[in-house]
C-alpha cells in the first residue's frame, strides 16, 4: 500500500459477488461523501434488490478499504433509509478492520446485510446509497492484546 493513507478500492475481478446474468443491472460505485464537512462516506447497491418484511438480505458492496494500522472503518445504515423504509443493519453496526483489507478468502469485500424491521416489502435500486462508514482511530487496552493475524474474510478472527 505504498503511500495510500485510507481509503477504498473495487476488489480483485476474481472476488466479485454481482456478476449474475447479463440482465442484472449491476452499478458498482466507490463510496463517496455527500459533502465537504460530511464524516460519512456513503455505499451504493451495486445491483437491484428486494427486501421483504422481516427478512434481510445481504448484499456485497464489491468494495474493499485500506486504512492504517490504529483505525477501523465503522459502517452504519443512513438515517434516510433506516428512518423512511425500515431498514437497518443486521448486526447494528458494521466493524471493517484494517487487516480486513486483501484478505484471502474474500479480499476484503465489504458486506452489508439490511434486514427489514417494516410490514412490507422494500425494494433498493442498484447505485441507491444504502450504508456509510466512517473512519475512526481506535485505543488498545494494556492487556488482552493478541499478535495474530487475519487469514480469512468475515468472521474469521481467531478461527
Known amino acids: ?61 464489491d468494495v474493499k478499504a485500506y486504512m492504517q494500522e490504529g483505525e477501523v472503518l465503522m459502517i452504519h445504515v443512513r438515517s434516510s433509509i433506516g428512518i423512511k423504509a425500515g431498514l437497518m443493519l443486521a448486526n447494528t453496526t458494521g466493524v471493517i478492520d484494517a487487516d480486513y483489507y486483501s484478505n ?9 446485510c439490511l434486514k427489514n424491521t417494516g410490514d412490507r416489502e422494500v425494494r433498493i435500486a442498484a ?3 444504502i450504508a456509510q462508514g466512517v473512519f475512526m482511530p481506535f485505543l488498545v487496552a494494556d492487556n488482552g492484546n493478541t499478535d495474530e493475524e487475519r487469514t480469512g474474510g468475515i468472521g474469521s478472527t481467531n478461527k
Not at 456513503?42 to 448484499?59: C, M, N, R, T
Not at 484471502?104 to 452489508?112: K, L, P, V, Y
Request: proline letters at 4%.
Open 104 to 112: 484471502e478468502s474474500n479480499d476484503g469485500n465489504i458486506g452489508i
Open 127 to 129: 447505485g441507491e446509497r
Open 1 to 61: 500500500m505504498e503511500n495510500k493513507i485510507r481509503g477504498f478500492e473495487f476488489v480483485s475481478q476474481e472476488h466479485i459477488k454481482n456478476w449474475g446474468d447479463i440482465s442484472t443491472k449491476i452499478v458498482a460505485n466507490l463510496p463517496t461523501r455527500g459533502s465537504k464537512t460530511s464524516a460519512g462516506y456513503d455505499f451504493y447497491s451495486p445491483i437491484d434488490v428486494k427486501i421483504p418484511a422481516g427478512e434481510q438480505v445481504l448484499i456485497w458492496s
